[in-house]
């Protein structure tokens, strides 16, 4: 999020190299790596040493796609070729990745478990998908990528589509919002680790649906879509409670996450939300579905948000405005 110019600076030059050096011989990152952080010789030769190892190279936590960014920012400053060369290699990876079905896994190469779900979390897909969708339209910054390589940024993101559309959940034969994961066979919603069950996500579904109305010129699927994840949101907003943090004593850091009653308070959508009634779930580490926040263990309250304005500015501001522009087109 830097000017312009200072893409250009000898520090960004520095944290790109840093970034060549996290990438892997498939094209892929890690997750959860500082990569603008000094690093010594002895640590260069470990991350050269270790790039042949392509396991835990992923999407998850803006893996990937945002250090792909970053790459094409400092090579458009620098015309510098390791920059355009890693960048391209770091797209390859993203569309070998994407499964035939159109949906990407959290990790590739596959790891088992609930990491080869088709994965919105925590904006896995989406974030691949805008990347994707900008090459695809041959934005200023991606239009050193050749014509080949952007059609099959174009083909994936139409895939891609494809299974968002798929995959939103119908709750009594009406479609409303997505999960978090969903099986990659049959595209049900699917549970990750033990206090992420199979659910409504509140969060990642206005990622998606934000992805939807950037579209141009959108289908009528597309147009459905949008409008029935908008009338979920506006059916299940819980109001009169607020999310507020406290000092605690006791807790490690001091201070505690809690929900109390507010008449002012709202709206909150959860995190997680039951399939047929739309209700918040709040769920710890034993896996137990509770519905109050205050009632799981004060490590998941701090540390995992599970409740917020997921969708207020989706409801009050984009969505009304995507209305207006899509009902004066017709």
Known sequence: ????????????????????????????????????????????????????????????????????????????????????????????YLLEAQYDNGGWPQFYPLKKGYYEHITYN?????????????????????????????????????????????????????PAIWAAQHDKNDFSPAKARAYELASLSGKESVEIVEYLMEIQDPIEEVKTAVRNAVSWYEENKVMGEKVIWIEDADAPKGRDRILVKDPSGGPLWGRFNDIKTGRPIFVGRDGKIKFHLNEIERERRVNYNYIDNYAEDLLKEDYPEWERKNTSQK
Do not use: C
């Not at 970034?19 to 470990?46: F, T």
């Not at 990937?64 to 890693?86: D, G, I, M, S």
């Not at 998908?129 to 900008?134: I, P, T, V």
């Open 1 to 92: 999020n830097q000017d312009e110019e200072w893409y250009a600076s000898l520090e960004a030059q520095r944290i790109g190299d840093n970034v060549l050096l996290y990438q892997h011989n498939n094209g892929g990152w890690r997750k959860n790596i500082d990569m603008a952080v000094s690093l010594s010789e002895a640590e260069k030769h470990d991350l050269r040493e270790q790039k042949s190892d392509e396991v835990g190279t992923t999407i998850d936590n803006g893996a990937t796609h945002t250090q792909l960014r970053y790459l094409a920012k400092v090579y458009n400053a620098t015309k510098k070729e390791e920059y355009k060369k890693a960048f391209l290699r770091g797209v390859d």
């Open 122 to 174: 925590d904006g896995a897909m989406i974030g691949v998908m805008k990347l994707l969708r900008d090459i695809a339209l041959n934005k200023p910054q991606y239009s050193f990528v050749d014509n080949n390589q952007r059609e099959k940024a174009k083909k994936a993101i139409d895939k891609g589509l494809k299974v968002i559309l798929a995959t939103q959940v119908k709750v009594d034969g009406k």
